[in-house]
């Protein structure tokens, strides 16, 4: 009989439990925690790809359809959110940015639309004066393309150290250049590191000299290895987090691809993911083959998902701004000069090896045709040797500069194109004038060539280098105009995307980039409750009102992180 009786007992617990189960998933699916009504969704789901308001429960998207179809999901405890026709997406991606590098320009001095040198120097006076004789300021945001006035642009297209160093001889000043691939030292800082006219410049770098062959002060991709300024302190290495994440949350960004961080910077994102305070989605980049086998294998939807660390980023070139990106012919406007490889060719090739052996996604910043060609070229030999590696999903990061012959090449390897439409915009006005007007039509920031062949583009700012806002990168994505509605030379308009095609890249095609598509990109019954709110619809107000449109909402996990006009919320303890 015992053996019976301890059966019956078993059958018994097992109905009391799916019967509790049963019973609280009822209870739990007829209750939403937030509600969004009379909305204006665009769901990028195909069967039903227009929608009037959206249940949540937890963080999980419950219903979509209209107000009446998620009425009986309102309960006593539910927040609901009258949209009044405010446009709801799902939440944008930012597929190419540098998460701590947008909190610490807000640390230093900014220098983001200077008009020239005068106005630099100015900015930097200015932070001297509450400086220690000694003390370090650090800065980043000169562009000297963009400079009204040019006058001091004497040598090889950019200024010399002398009047800074006049004007600030006692301390070491460090500033980047927007773009990261150059930077700017007065002697001071010279002095400290060691540079003078006999120091050579190193491999895959430059250093910028006069006639006289005295170091003007600027140096290129991996001579800036050679000005070492003090790193950050460990309170603001947290604030710059911290300072990063707020920003995006503010213009509508609910998941970030940070293009390359070392351990630390890794350790810092699983402290705060322990403590449930990213509020954003991060896939981080390992940054370098070094950093990658450090690590060993991926991290996966670490935090309760909010962190993974699939992707290795390398960078094959410099940037074309300051001549370092690889072409496979000279620069127009720098004779001689036809930029050169940061990383060696051989070390692509290893890390995609590595890669396809471990489960990693591969992320090569290449933004000259010729870097273009040799990351491909990397690719195509380790994919060779790994065939039954099917989904890698390698990505070529910026691909702003191609050869015809190169574009298929993209479809038939399955290679992501990471592309930033801000960038065209930026850039186009002067990118003829160190290309030529045939190179740059043939291959420059070539977007319907590649959708054409079927690859997908996944869209971004590469923040700090821009401001990190969606809005003004797809008003770039789909107009090819500078903000102001007024075409810029070279802007070659037949390149542009559709409202469509821009949305998904900042959507689903981004999701898609990061292995996210099956949680997130799309609002669908199911998947992650993260949306983007803005008051104005993009995808169909004139033109020049996309600019106009303000993020009303930032909603990740379920949770509003970000409402216009109220102060951000504290992170989650």
């Given at each position: 009989m015992?053996p ?6 078993a059958l018994l617990?097992?109905l ?9 998933a ?5 209750t939403?925690?937030l509600v ?5 969704i ?7 790809p227009k ?5 949540i ?7 979509v ?9 309102v309960?006593?405890?539910?927040r ?6 405010q446009a ?8 190419h940015?540098?998460?701590?590098g ?9 220098l983001v639309?200077?008009?020239?040198y ?9 932070r001297a ?7 370090w300021?650090?800065?980043r ?6 400079w009204t ?5 004497t040598?090889r ?31 001071k ?5 060691g ?5 050579a410049?190193p ?9 006289d062959?005295?170091?003007t ?9 050679l000005i070492?300024?003090p ?6 290495r947290r ?5 990063g ?5 503010a213009?509508g ?5 940070d293009?390359?961080?070392?351990v ?6 699983k402290?705060y ?5 990213l509020?954003?989605?991060?896939y981080?980049m390992?940054g370098?083959?070094k950093?990658m ?7 996966i ?5 909010f962190?993974?660390?699939?992707a290795v ?6 940037a074309l701004?300051s ?25 692509v090739?290893?890390a995609?090896?590595?890669a ?5 996604q591969?992320?090569t910043?290449?933004?000259g045709d ?15 040797e790994f ?12 691909t702003q ?7 298929k090449?993209?479809?038939k390897?399955?290679i992501?194109a990471?592309m930033?439409?801000i ?8 990118a ?5 007007v045939?190179?740059t039509e043939?291959?420059?920031?070539v ?13 971004g700012t590469?923040?700090p ?20 509605g ?8 037949d390149?542009?995307m ?9 959507t689903?095609?981004a999701?898609?980039?990061?292995f996210?598509e099956n ?8 998947k992650?409750a ?6 104005k ?10 600019l106009?449109?303000?993020v ?5 996990d379920?949770?509003?992180r ?6 951000m919320k504290p992170?989650?303890?």
């Open positions: 015992q019976r009786l301890n059966l019956a007992y617990s097992i009391i439990v799916c019967f509790c189960t049963t019973t609280n009822q209870v739990r699916r007829s939403a925690d969004l009504t009379n909305g204006t665009h769901t990028l789901n195909p069967d039903r929608a009037q308001a959206v249940a429960i937890g963080n999980q998207i419950a219903v359809g209209t107000n009446d179809e998620v009425m009986p999901f309960g006593p405890d539910t609901v959110i009258d949209l009044k026709n709801v997406y799902p939440g944008f991606k930012e597929s940015g540098h998460l701590m947008i909190g610490t320009a807000k640390l230093q001095v900014n639309g200077v008009s020239g005068k106005e630099l120097i100015e900015r930097i006076v200015t004066q509450n400086a220690k004789p000694g003390e300021i650090t800065g945001g000169w562009h000297e393309e963009k006035d040019r006058s001091s642009l040598v297209g950019f200024m010399t150290h002398d009047d800074l160093t006049k004007a600030v001889p006692n301390n070491p000043v460090w500033v980047r250049r927007a773009d990261g691939h150059a930077a700017f030292a007065n002697a800082a010279m002095e400290v590191a540079v003078d006219r006999n120091t410049s491999e895959g770098g430059a250093i910028i000299m006069d006639a062959g005295n170091p002060g600027v140096f290129i991709d991996r001579a800036m290895r070492k300024s790193p950050l302190t460990e309170s603001q604030q710059a987090l911290e300072l994440i707020e920003e995006c949350l213009n960004i609910t998941m970030f691809d293009a390359g961080v070392n630390g910077t890794i350790d810092l994102y402290e993911a322990d403590q449930g305070k509020n954003l989605r991060l981080a390992a370098g083959l950093t086998r450090t690590l060993g294998q991926p991290i939807d670490y935090g309760n998902g962190l993974n660390v699939r980023k390398l960078v094959a070139d410099g701004g001549r370092g990106a690889a072409l496979l012919e000279e620069y127009e406007d720098d004779p001689g000069n036809s930029g050169f490889f940061t990383t060696p060719p051989e070390t090739y290893t995609s090896q590595y396809l052996q471990n489960g990693w591969v992320a910043h290449a933004i010729r870097a273009n060609r040799m990351m491909l070229d990397m690719y195509e030999k380790a994919m060779k065939p039954h590696v099917k989904d890698h999903r390698f990505r070529d990061e910026h500069i191609l050869d015809e012959a190169d574009i090449r993209f479809a390897l399955g992501i990471s930033q439409g960038h065209a915009t930026s850039d186009l006005s002067w003829p004038n160190r290309l030529g045939h190179r043939e291959g420059g920031y977007w319907q060539k590649l959708l054409k062949e079927g690859v997908k583009i996944i869209n590469d923040a280098v821009e401001a990190v806002d969606p809005i003004a990168s797809y008003y770039a994505s789909v107009t090819r105009q500078k903000e102001n007024t075409p810029v030379g070279g802007m070659y308009g390149q542009r559709t409202r469509h095609e821009a949305l998904r890249s900042y689903l095609d999701a898609y980039g990061s996210h949680q997130g990109g799309s609002i669908e019954v199911g992650l993260d949306f983007t709110i803005l008051t619809d993009i995808m169909t107000v004139p033109e020049q009102e996309i106009e449109s303000e009303m909402y930032t909603i990740v379920g949770i509003v970000y409402e216009k006009g109220k102060p992170a989650i303890p």
